[in-house]
Nanobody, 127 residues
Framework: QVQLVESGGGLVQAGGSLRLSCAAS????????MGWFRQAPGKEREFVAA????????YYADSVKGRFTISRDNAKNTMFLQMNSLKSEDTAVYYC????????????????????WGRGTQVTVSS
């Protein structure tokens, strides 16, 4: 049984930093990818960042480029999201997602391209 567990959320002032983690268990994603999505109250789930597990290619939403960094630790089967220069508009529940295999033309930004999901961690940025 695959489990994705997020941690690291919390309350931070605007301009501050947080580091989210997503620990995966149950299987590896060596041929796949993992990503972060977020959902604010009253808004749709949106793509934040993604990373391929083998080559480490990364993808970011324009809104977080230059402020967020996604990374992974293959040995620990864990993905991270370093969030700097946080803004109030970054406030949301952040979800970890994973897919076991990617293919040509895979759309990393589409939430329904991912099969496994964590329960989410709340990030609140106060202005």
């Amino acid at each position: 049984q695959v489990q994705l567990v997020e941690s690291g959320g919390g309350l931070v002032q605007a301009g501050g930093s947080l580091r989210l983690s997503c620990a995966a268990s149950g299987r590896t994603f060596s041929n796949g990818a993992m990503g972060w999505f977020r959902q604010a109250p009253g808004k749709e789930r949106e793509f934040v960042a993604a990373i391929t597990w083998s080559g480490g290619s990364t993808y970011y939403a324009d809104s977080v480029k230059g402020r967020f960094t996604i990374s992974r630790d293959n040995a620990k089967n864990t993905m991270f999201l370093q969030m700097n220069s946080l803004k109030s508009e970054d406030t949301a529940v952040y979800y970890c997602a994973a897919v076991t295999r990617i293919y040509g033309g895979f759309d990393y930004t589409r939430w329904n391209a991912y099969y496994y999901w964590g329960r989410g961690t709340q990030v609140t940025v106060s202005s």
